[in-house]
């Protein structure tokens, strides 16, 4: 018995997987040459927040004998998270692309950059658009989300060119920058929120916050108009809706229960479910999303034809065996919003969950945690966090009665935490 593994295996079943997070990185050590024992191998779909973190600690937890390749079609790393500073004119966009190569010079982690478009579940090995193919034991899938462009009519091809989501990290975020820039003032922009569930819950909100942010110093005449599709703001409500009350008080203007069902690129209308009209000068539309595509080809969909059921324990999908599904893709347990900060959680999850399988032992539920930051301006945040644990007899992680919470109101402290945040979960997911 390796006594490191034992003791890693003890601290994960008391405290949750989370609770290694916080460990200085020279108390777990790096994989070692292990010469060539190897228990098994595991391929990754998708290196965001999700699948970079489960690659890592597959590396390091099995130091070094399990067997990891990623195939992820980008060749950086382009955060969401911070990319509504971008907006506000508060961020430089290129701090939000990160590097793979710590993944493959520190823990040895097979990156292959190419687009996924098959599994053969029954002779387990992936496809690529390459030709490649990519035999596995275990297969994590982390694709994220896609969009359901059927939900908005009139959404086509053409008017993608011009009507931006910016909601993937990448270009979208510079040309939606770039029309806030171009906008006269006096002009509008429009923010849709789709129904929920949706990627990050607070992230609309922050994002119209920074908008006005932008305008309240630049463009005073101009207006913020956020259409939600949900009865109320999904997330940190009160907080919002005090700092648009008073900080952005003649520019934002919120409608609930507005649901863009069309629109027309040529004039940037959107039109609501009552036939209401609505015309911008800047329109971002987040159309409804679901699971990413691959997600579906494999057979995973299984909830609402949208999102993916998993085992909790192990996050094995309940649909197909030996393959595992976390981050954004999932069927999300109760209140256990769609996050890069729980996509984390999920990848450590799963890495010490296949670790057990692959070494002949039960895995544990692991205890998972969140924060989510959001930016009201150039300086102050808010957060909200949840702490999960997985009840036995539900089979699923409810929050903890009593963790978690909300800030009481924004603060510089929390700004500076939400930087921080940011850059310590780069590093933690790729470093
Ligand atoms: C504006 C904005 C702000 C946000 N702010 C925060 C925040 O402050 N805090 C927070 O916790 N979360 C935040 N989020 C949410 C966060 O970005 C997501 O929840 C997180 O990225 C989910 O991780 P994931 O691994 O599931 O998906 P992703 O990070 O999207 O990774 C999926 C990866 O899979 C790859 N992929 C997909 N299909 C294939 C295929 N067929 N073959 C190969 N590769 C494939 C993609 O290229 C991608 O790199 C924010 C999101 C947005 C849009």
Redesign the pocket.
Same mark, same amino acid.
């Given at each position: 018995m390796n006594p490191v593994n034992n003791d890693r295996r003890r601290l994960v079943q008391a405290f949750g997987v989370s609770a290694l997070f916080s460990l200085p990185g020279a108390t777990l050590a790096a994989p070692k040459k292990n010469a060539g024992k190897i228990i098994g191998k595991v391929v990754v779909? =998708? %290196? =965001?927040?999700?699948?970079a973190t489960a690659a890592k600690y597959l590396r390091k937890w099995s130091e070094g004998t399990i067997d990891v390749t990623v195939?992820?079609? *980008?060749r950086e790393f382009i955060s $969401?998270?911070?990319? *509504?500073e971008v907006l506000g004119g508060n961020r430089d966009f290129k701090t939000l692309i990160q590097s793979y190569d710590g993944l493959k010079k520190n823990w040895g982690v097979k990156l292959v950059h %190419?687009?996924?478009i098959a599994v053969d579940k029954e002779k387990r090995v992936v496809k690529t658009d390459t030709g490649a193919e990519f035999p596995y034991d275990r297969l994590v899938v982390?694709? /994220?989300f896609d969009f359901n462009w059927g939900g908005i009519a009139g959404y086509d091809e053409k008017a993608r060119e011009t009507i931006l989501h910016a909601? !993937?990290g990448g270009p979208q975020t510079v040309a939606l920058r770039k029309q806030l820039e171009d906008l006269p003032d006096g002009g509008t922009y429009v923010l849709s929120v789709p129904k929920a569930p949706y990627? $990050?819950p607070p992230?609309p909100y922050?994002?119209a916050s920074q908008v006005a942010f932008y305008f309240r110093q630049h463009k005073p005449k101009s207006k913020v108009l956020i259409l939600d599709a949900n009865d109320k703001v999904q997330s940190k409500e009160k907080l919002f809706l005090n700092i648009w009350a008073t900080d952005y008080k003649d520019i934002i203007d919120y409608r609930p229960k507005w649901d863009v069902v069309a629109l027309d690129a040529a004039t940037k209308t959107v039109t609501s479910e009552l036939g209401e009209k609505i015309t911008a000068d800047v329109l971002n539309i987040l159309p409804p999303m679901r699971a990413? #595509?691959?997600a579906r080809h494999i057979g995973l969909v299984n909830v609402n034809d949208r999102w993916c059921d998993v085992k909790w324990v192990t996050l094995e999908s309940t649909a197909v065996k030996n393959v595992h599904v976390? /981050? #954004? %893709?999932l069927q999300a347990a109760p209140l256990m919003p !769609?996050?890069?900060?729980? %996509?984390n959680q999920h990848g450590k999850a799963v890495a010490a969950a296949i670790l057990e399988i692959l070494s002949g032992r039960e895995p544990q539920p692991t205890l998972m945690a969140n924060t $989510?930051?959001s930016l009201v301006d150039d300086k102050r945040a808010i957060h909200v966090t949840s702490v999960h644990r997985y009840n036995a007899e539900k089979k699923v992680p409810l929050v903890v009665e009593g963790s978690g919470g909300v800030s009481a109101a924004p603060s510089v402290e929390e700004g500076l935490y939400t930087r921080s945040w940011a850059q310590t979960i780069w590093n933690d997911v790729l470093g």
């Open positions: 779909i =998708g %290196a =965001g927040f999700g699948g195939i992820e079609r *980008n $969401c998270p911070a990319s *509504n %190419a687009s996924v982390a694709p /994220g909601w !993937k990627r $990050c992230g922050e994002r990413a #595509d691959i976390i /981050g #954004d %893709a !769609k996050s890069a900060h729980m %996509a $989510c930051y």
